[in-house]
């Protein structure tokens, strides 16, 4: 069985600016990676570009989801064949409620693969169970999708939209990000409840005080559009020590730690 | 080009009011017969408007005065009973229908309503004993502008039938009113002059629902209109009377739709404006607003939706005349195609309005490259202890909720129709009566549905629910 993400030398560009330039990356089931680099590096074009967005031209490489051209799909094919993203900035839609999207998101999925749509029985006990394991307040579910909610509550609401869905494979952009200590631990034990031998998850992020709660099996280090190191988690706290500084030349991963 | 024009066309409604005025509904009630010329003279004396009137700048009226229109005859226009079925909502009360202006007994009924409070036909009541010195003697005629629009003194000249509406003192109407105007266009094209006259007393409350439609009327674009329809309300609402007024206007595209509802409010009276604009070929809405009495507020809410050639103007004025008086006009314009909207939205404070509290918003959505909204807001300050606010804005759908929706699994298409229906869906949240909510719901989905070009069978159930905090789906 081959691999559920493959990234063969990936080049993307946004108006003529090449921001990923040869990105390879393997994923298998059951595994947990973190992709880390310093701002700029196209930590989240990597994760967008995945999830479809259409604002990057892709100029070289390829990508296999589910031994499948992922780069030919649309956004919401993608999420047919078990993709999600956490989006870094969970975007805001007024008169929409966040109940009926979240069912409507669920329900477009099964319709996609040929399953029948939920019905409330089984859509509100399962939301009830996960919005409990995120403590998130009832309320937030009769409000507009991410409308005024605060820079907590959204996160919580992509990891909640991430536990009804039950992606194969998730995609967090920074969702660490202006979470407070007790939120990030009730996102890490959100996703750490989502872990699963069938399961894979990309854990994007600057700094590496989520991996104390998400422990992923492997580190990447993105510097500059390319993948300058990977390792396993203790190169995370490497990274806490020394900082992106040393890894501003691009470095084999076969050459090891030397710099 | 009205002007030159003009001169023929006058000549035109000349001979057709010599033959209407002296066989009309209450023609031998002398103040009537004095409106009636007064306006016709007013008319002769401006014509129609052209594009150099402020007032018109953004649309021209050319394509109505260069029609010969005619009156339509007495008992003109076929309407079945089973053809109305498709257009009546479930809540309504008194249902009455006009088939091209005139009042189809046969196909209303007025069901029970509380002592003393008249719900019927305009031409009927101006035949009745009571028209010499009522409440229809003391207030029709009495707001609508005439001085300021032609068409409005058109309007009066040609006003016949129409719905006239009494609420005595402290009457409550529970179930909402629903006029239907229906247009049946005949071979030649034709016109009508709908009027209203709706008058709340002291502490009275009323819904009312004016809906205009046609029974076909669709011409293809350019082939010009098969009818023109001016109608005019006049809706005086007494001291702390709640009145709620909903105008949908859903005609076909061979369709010239002008209206105009004059609000007069006492003190302490609280109205509700709402207008449904989802279809003709040239629509212009007015809405004027007098807050006479202290204490009064006002709520102008409207949603406006135009594809194709479509044409669709809102003209708002809202007069602070007392202190202490709130208002709130949002309108909502969603325009697709090579469709034009325009928003002129003015508010005047006089003199003596201190403590007012006024505001505007206007926003538009441009769903095509050819689409054009022209959107004008003016403040009129006379008083210097006041809040008023006004600002507009112009858009296209959220390419970033786009994404965020597709990224979930949500088609695009499903997605674009969500997010439409989520900014019509604030105007239609500021519907209190909930029947009445839920008619003009059904529409805008469908209005909506048009504009994505959705197929019929896709319209799925469960997109009634997607407004948030809707108390009507609990």
């Known amino acids: ?259 | 080009m009205g002007v030159s024009t003009a001169a023929s066309a006058i000549d035109i409604y000349r001979e057709l009011f010599a033959e209407f005025e002296p066989r009309a509904a209450g023609c031998r009630l002398p103040w009537l017969r004095q409106l009636r010329h007064g306006a016709f003279a007013r008319f002769q004396e401006q014509g129609f408007p052209t594009t150099h009137d402020e007032d018109w700048r953004f649309t021209s009226v050319a394509a109505v005065a260069n029609t010969t229109f005619r009156l339509p005859l007495a008992g003109e226009g076929d309407l079945s009973a089973a053809q109305l079925r498709q257009w009546q909502w479930e809540g309504a009360g008194a249902r009455l229908v006009f088939v091209n202006g005139r009042y189809a007994a046969e196909l209303s009924s007025t069901g029970p309503l509380p002592a003393g409070v008249v719900v019927g036909s305009l031409a009927e009541a101006l035949e009745a004993p009571e028209a010499a010195t009522g409440a229809l003697a003391q207030h029709l005629g009495r707001w609508a502008d005439e001085r300021r629009d032609s068409f409005c003194a058109l309007n009066t000249a040609f006003a016949e039938d129409g719905v006239f509406v009494y609420v005595p003192r402290g009457k409550v109407v529970e179930a909402p009113v629903s006029l239907l105007f229906v247009i049946v266009p005949g071979s030649q094209p034709a016109m009508s002059h709908p009027r209203n006259l709706i008058v709340v007393e002291e502490q009275g409350q009323l819904a009312i629902v004016e809906e205009y439609l046609s029974l076909g009327g669709d011409t293809g674009a350019g082939v010009g209109l098969c009818a023109f329809s001016n109608a005019v309300t006049e809706l005086a609402a007494g001291a702390q009377s709640v009145v709620s007024h909903c105008r949908i206007e859903r005609s076909q595209p061979g369709i010239c739709n002008l209206s105009t509802l004059r609000l007069e409010q006492a003190r302490g009276a609280s109205v509700a404006s709402h207008a449904l604009l989802l279809g003709g070929a040239l629509v212009r809405n007015n809405v004027h607003a007098v807050l006479a009495g202290e204490g009064g507020d006002c709520l102008i809410n409207g949603l406006f939706l135009g594809r194709g050639v479509e044409h669709v103007d809102n003209f708002m004025l809202v007069e602070h005349a007392s202190p202490h008086c709130a208002s709130r006009q949002f309108y909502n314009g969603l325009l697709d195609d090579c469709a034009r909207g325009v928003y002129h939205g003015r508010i005047v404070v006089h003199k003596d309005a201190q403590k007012t509290d006024a505001k505007q918003t206007n926003r538009n959505l441009l769903l095509s490259d050819d689409a054009q909204i022209d959107t004008k807001p003016q403040l009129e300050i006379h008083a210097d202890d006041v809040k008023c606010t006004h600002g507009a804005t112009i858009g296209q759908l959220d390419e970033e909720a786009l994404f965020y929706m597709r990224s979930r699994g949500i088609a695009e298409a499903a997605a674009r129709r969500l997010l439409l229906l989520a900014f019509a869906g604030e105007s239609l949240g500021r519907i209190r009566e909930a029947p009445v909510r839920e008619h003009a719901s059904r529409l805008v989905r469908q209005a909506v549905l048009r504009i994505t070009g959705g197929a019929k069978g896709e319209e799925a159930g469960h997109e009634n629910e997607f407004a948030p905090g809707d108390p009507a789906q609990t």
């Open chain 1, 1 to 259: 069985m081959g691999a559920l993400l493959e990234i063969e030398n990936l080049h993307a560009s946004v108006d003529g600016h090449e921001i990923l330039k040869g990105v390879t990356l393997r994923v298998n089931a059951g595994e947990v990676h973190s992709v880390m680099g310093p701002n700029g590096s196209g930590k989240s074009t990597l994760a967008q570009v995945l999830a479809r967005r259409d604002t990057y031209a892709i100029t070289a490489g390829a990508v296999r989801f589910r031994g499948k051209d992922l780069l030919a799909m649309k956004p919401e094919e993608a999420a047919w064949e078990g993709l999600f993203l956490a989006f870094q900035y969970p975007v805001e839609i007024p008169g929409v409620s966040n109940v009926s999207f979240v069912r409507a998101s669920m329900n477009a999925i099964r319709k996609a693969c040929g399953q029948p749509e939920a019905t409330s029985l089984e859509f509100v006990p399962r939301l009830r169970e996960k919005m409990e394991l995120l403590g998130m307040e009832t309320g937030l579910m009769e409000r507009s999708v991410n409308d005024g909610f605060s820079g907590g509550e959204k996160k919580r609401n992509e990891i909640l939209q991430m536990a009804v869905l039950e992606p194969t494979l998730a995609i967090l952009d920074e969702t660490d990000s202006g979470l407070d200590i007790d939120a990030m631990k009730t996102v890490a034990k959100g996703v750490n409840a989502m872990r699963s031998p069938e399961r894979a998850i990309i854990v994007v992020t600057h700094y590496q005080r989520l991996l104390n709660y998400i422990v992923p099996d492997f580190v990447h280090v993105l510097v500059d559009g390319r993948i300058a190191r990977s390792g396993g988690p203790e190169l995370a706290l490497e990274l806490e020590e020394s900082g992106y500084g040393a890894m501003e030349e691009p470095v084999p991963p076969a050459a090891g730690a030397a710099s």
